[in-house]
Each structure stands twice: as structure tokens, then as C-alpha cells.
């Protein structure tokens, strides 16, 4: 196969991948859902191989799960997986504004203006651009801390889908997660390690599913 036909079928591969993806965060492909490979590669208009390809990826990141004998389907997330995910979060993301704060980030400015993009979403109780804008917000604070070990373990959390997963199970208040950022923002502006930390930290496991 030529290097270009690769990248080719690595570009299809991500943009079905992040179609289905979107998909199950709008809620059109549901938990338990069957992703049926011969269908999907029809409606896109492709091979099965990008499909394949696609829906692999989901499973790396624990969205999808192959079944034997079954194909594959949405994954169920379950509460204990959402409330262990939180718990790491908390450390990772605590750690990462004590890095960021110290290293003095400019990153302020952009956190604030990702707590106004989750409040507009929030007042129009879309869920699925909320999830999106939140993602951002601490995938912004992560990357501040420069800490490449970090910023892997984080993505392998996959911080978007499970909060989507969190806020429209426990039907939990936008705006007030929204609001809950600003102290991070602060903290990190003050450039006080301890601070961010601690305010990183208060934030996750106060949002953290019962």
C-alpha cells in the first residue's frame, strides 16, 4: 500500500470514528446499541476496513465493546466506573494546576472564556456542546502543566463522553458546574501552586456522581 493511500484510509478511519462518536454523545446511538459494520460502511459510503478501524478505536477508549460472536455495541457505563474515573481525575487534574501554576501558565484568560462557552450551552441545556466545552477547559489545564506522562493518562480517560455520560444520568445543574471552574481560573492567576491544586481537586470530586 502507497504512504498516501494509508494516510488516506487513516483520515476515513478518524472521521467515522468521530461520526459515531458524536453520535453517541447526541444520544442516537444508545448504550447497547449494535454498531453493525456492513451497515455504517453503506451509509458512508466506504469499505468496511475504515469502519473497523473506527470502531477499534472506540474500544481503546472504553466506548465500545465487541461482543463474541456479536459484533460490537455502545458501551454501558456503569456508576462505579464513573465514580473510579472521577477519583483519578481528581488527582491527575489536581496535580496538573500545581504544575501549571507554578510554571506561572497564561492560561487564565482561555479558561474563563470556556466557562462562558459551557454557560451559553448550559442555558440552552444542550448537554453535548456542554461536555464538549468542559473537555476543552481541562484538557487546557493539562496541557498547561507540560507534563507529557500526565497528558496520556488523561486521555485515556476520555473526560468528554464520561462527562456527558455524568451529567445527563444525574440530571446535575449546568450552570453550577459551569460556575464551579472559576476557581480554578483564579488559582492559576494567583500562580499559587497550592491553591490550584486544591481547587482542581475540590472541583472534580464535588462533581463527582453519588
Known amino acids: ?37 456492513l451497515k455504517i460502511a ?21 466506548i465500545v465493546e465487541s461482543m463474541r460472536n456479536k459484533g460490537s455495541r455502545v458501551r454501558v457505563i456503569g456508576d462505579d466506573e464513573l465514580k473510579d474515573m472521577y477519583d483519578v481525575r481528581a488527582q491527575l487534574e489536581g496535580y496538573a494546576a500545581e504544575l501549571a501554576a507554578r510554571r506561572k501558565a497564561a492560561i487564565a484568560d482561555d479558561l474563563r472564556a470556556c466557562i462562558e462557552d459551557m454557560k451559553k450551552a448550559a442555558r440552552k441545556k444542550d448537554s453535548a456542546a456542554f461536555a464538549e466545552h468542559n473537555s476543552t477547559f481541562h484538557r487546557m489545564l493539562v496541557d498547561a502543566a507540560g507534563n507529557v506522562i500526565l497528558a496520556d493518562l488523561w486521555e485515556t480517560l476520555n473526560v468528554k463522553v464520561r462527562t456527558f455520560v455524568n451529567v445527563t444520568r444525574s440530571q446535575l445543574d449546568l ?24 481547587a482542581a481537586e475540590q472541583h472534580v470530586l464535588g462533581n463527582k456522581p453519588s
Open 42 to 62: 453503506a451509509e458512508m459510503e466506504t469499505s468496511q476496513a475504515p469502519v473497523r478501524e473506527a470502531i477499534r478505536e472506540l474500544e481503546a477508549i472504553g
Open 1 to 37: 500500500m502507497q504512504v498516501a493511500d494509508a494516510l488516506s484510509r487513516a483520515s476515513l478511519s478518524e472521521q467515522i470514528r468521530d461520526r459515531l462518536l458524536a453520535r453517541i454523545m447526541e444520544g442516537t446511538l444508545k448504550p447497547g446499541d449494535r454498531l453493525v459494520e
Open 175 to 198: 450552570n453550577e458546574i459551569a460556575l464551579s471552574h472559576a476557581d480554578i481560573a483564579d488559582a492559576i492567576a494567583s500562580g499559587s501552586a497550592s491553591k490550584a491544586r486544591k
